[in-house]
């Protein structure tokens, strides 16, 4: 409708071989991404070629030690990847973050040999991860988690439900932290789990708002049995180590929140210069002008959130409190800037017909995944004033 072709996201990057990287994934977007993504968010397809795709170009695995099939990329470098492909199609984007937040434990806890072992298949060897954490019972409470893993003659074996799991029935490899002692965080163990073993199921997918592409599901562990070798960390370790998975994926979810953000935008001002009213482009009158302006507002302010907390993150410094207000801020704006983008196509918005309404039902689920932005709230406080005093 208008001339006015969107612009790529001009990004500072690191090295000449980061910026040739953000080229493929914009390349791998234009050509496999993009194009399909409407149609097949709407049937509900999982794109599962897309993410071999991915892992074969080396994409799956770009935090990651290249020793083990990693990218060697910095967490600066690897958000902007996500932002790229969660612009595209928040199933893609929001699934190389859970994946990426499914190898944090063997490749940060796991022993030299379970890392040699397990990680390179992991990181870039066709394979997709999920994350099981939460459970029926215990969202932002998670460390009332109740699955257990009974360890017997031969290993472990586990009982117990998941829910709200990305990739659940899909995956090929489930990071699962379950109960094997007392009560509360110090009872937590954390353990890989293959997606073919016996026991182990998946629910109905749950019939969701957006992001219909996938596949979130309840996963049931009866009587799973797994060697010990497949226990990651120290018995007991497990919610320090979800904890610290937790951080990480919050600036994943935040990247992604970004990219929804900026796709919004793109098709708000492309419809607002092209669209005339009165005889005049409908982005001449003051008060859409004043809407796009805070609206790429919003996103310019999140993207730096994010990215400054990546680059403690790099630099080995503490990074907790900057992710929790990326994580807040940035899907919150993005719930803003999705909202605002379907008011400035007015009738056509609301319409299947433009992906703005689309964009503005996945937002959604950002403000609520790695924490709701509630628990965002309290992390942060706890970081001005200390815990709070019962």
Request: with cysteine; aromatic share 6%; hydrophobic share 45%.
């Amino acid at each position: 409708m208008s001339d006015r072709a969107p612009q790529p996201v001009e990004r500072r990057l690191p090295t000449e071989e980061s910026r040739q990287l953000i080229e493929l994934v914009r390349d791998i977007v234009s050509k496999e991404i993009a194009p399909r993504a409407a149609d097949e968010e709407e049937a509900g397809a999982f794109p599962r070629e897309v993410f071999t795709l991915l892992s074969e170009a080396g994409l799956l695995g770009l935090p990651y030690d290249s020793a083990h099939g990693g990218g060697d990329q910095p967490y600066e470098v690897y958000l902007q990847v996500l932002e790229e492909l969660a612009a595209a199609r928040l199933t893609v984007g929001l699934g190389v973050s859970v994946h990426s937040l499914s190898c944090h434990a063997l490749a940060g806890f796991g022993t030299d040999e379970q890392r040699a072992a397990r990680l390179p298949a992991m990181l870039s060897g066709g394979l997709l991860g999920a994350y099981c954490l939460s459970e029926p019972s215990s969202g932002s409470d998670a460390a009332s988690l109740r699955t257990k893993a009974v360890r017997d003659a031969d290993g472990w074996v586990l009982t117990g439900t998941k829910a709200w799991i990305t990739h659940g029935g899909v995956a090929d490899f489930y990071t699962v932290l379950a109960r094997t002692g007392v009560e509360g965080p110090r009872g937590i163990t954390a353990f890989l789990v293959p997606g073919d073993a016996a026991g182990l199921d998946a629910a109905l997918p749950e019939k969701k708002m957006g992001m219909k592409g996938s596949p979130t599901a309840q996963m049931h562990f009866d009587g799973v049995r797994i060697s010990d070798d497949r226990r990651i960390g120290e018995e007991g370790q497990g919610f320090a180590i979800a904890l610290s998975a937790l951080d990480s994926g919050r600036l994943g979810i935040a990247a992604c929140a970004i990219g929804v953000a900026q796709a919004a935008l793109d098709e708000a001002v492309g419809y607002a210069t092209g669209r005339h009213q009165f005889g005049r482009p409908v982005a001449d009158f003051q008060g859409l002008r004043f809407m796009l302006a805070d609206m790429a507002t919003h996103i310019e302010a999140g993207r730096a959130l994010y990215l400054e907390a990546a680059r403690l993150r790099d630099a080995g410094l503490p990074f907790s409190r900057q992710a929790a207000m990326a994580k807040l801020f940035c899907t919150d704006a993005a719930m803003r800037v999705t909202t605002d983008a379907v008011q400035v196509l007015g009738g056509y918005g609301y319409t299947l017909d433009f992906p703005v309404e689309r964009l503005m039902r996945e937002a959604k689920v950002l403000q609520i995944v790695e924490g709701t932005n509630q628990i965002q709230r309290m992390v942060i406080a706890r970081h001005l004033a200390g815990p709070e005093t019962r």
